[in-house]
């Protein structure tokens, strides 16, 4: 065996050990949800609670795309589909009415961007592993990637409350926990506010909608964007979240300071 040889078999050797550690993190995970609880915005602690709390979600999701006929070709192809959604000619070309035009329509207001969502995703603790020429890290970037096209689809904005409502559905339909706890958080800190508003409600129902419709990872994604957007929905049996578009959009945004940081304090106190 020559040294060259040699090296690339060190280095294949330790990617694999890296991408095929399963152990869960809590400890990183609560530290991250307490800065992100303070700074909704801070989306580099997302993907450090991701990370921390994925467990086998990953393998688990990309052995289940293989066993599907679209996933399988989608993996076969392993397609970036960051480039597709950076690219401004590709996205300007859907009409109206469609999930391309409705991502267009999505992402220009809020200054969003796939690359933009890649570069935090970066920032977080081992986040360079994202990048590796490896099956799984490819499956992570594309759950990554389509995380505003589901925004599209399922109906929740930006708001705390409709990024809470996102990744519990997410939860149902990938099962790693990172997006269970901070679903789960975010509903208890707007609960705490006792408004009486159905925040929770509005949360199990994200989840319960993500457990009934069709399994999005497998989705073409480029077909899909030229198809009308009501059409998708009910071809992959996404349900209207009418209890969170019950909740005025002013009561969304931001958890109840007062007892928000009553809750971090309390917590913080207990972990200490």
């Known amino acids: 065996m020559t040294a060259a040889t040699a090296s690339i078999n060190t280095d294949r050797s330790d990617v694999d050990a890296r991408l095929s550690s399963y152990r869960l993190q ?7 949800m307490r800065r992100l609880l303070k700074d909704k915005e801070d989306t580099v602690q997302v993907f450090v609670i991701m990370r921390a709390l994925s ?6 999701g990309y052995r289940r795309l293989l066993a599907t006929a679209e996933g399988g070709r989608q993996a076969y192809l392993r397609d970036e589909f960051a480039d597709k959604l950076q690219d401004r000619d590709w996205v300007a070309q859907f009409g109206p009415g469609t999930v391309g035009a409705a991502y267009r329509d999505f992402i220009a207001p809020r200054g969003l961007s796939a690359y933009g969502l890649a570069e935090e995703s970066r920032k977080a603790r081992g986040g360079e592993d994202i990048d590796l020429e490896h099956p799984f890290a490819w499956y992570g970037r594309r759950m990554r990637d389509v995380h505003d096209v589901w925004h599209v ?15 519990a559905f997410s939860y149902a339909q990938t099962k790693s926990l990172g997006f269970a706890f901070i679903a789960a958080m975010g509903a208890r800190q707007f609960e705490k506010a006792r408004t009486g508003l159905p925040y929770q409600r509005a949360v199990m ?39 969170y578009q019950s909740i005025p959009a002013e009561r969304r945004d931001r958890f109840p300071e007062a007892e928000g940081q009553a809750e971090v304090a309390a917590t913080a106190a207990a972990a200490a």
């Open 26 to 32: 809590p400890l990183t995970a609560w530290r991250a």
């Open 205 to 243: 129902q994200a989840w319960r909608n993500g457990r009934r419709s069709a399994w999005l990872p497998a989705l073409d994604y480029e077909a899909l964007f030229a198809e009308p957007l009501e059409s998708a929905r009910k071809r992959l049996n996404i349900a209207t979240p009418d209890i």
């Open 55 to 60: 467990g086998k979600a990953v393998p688990k």
């Open 153 to 167: 689809l399922t109906g929740y904005g930006t708001d705390a409350l409709g990024e809470a409502c996102v990744v």
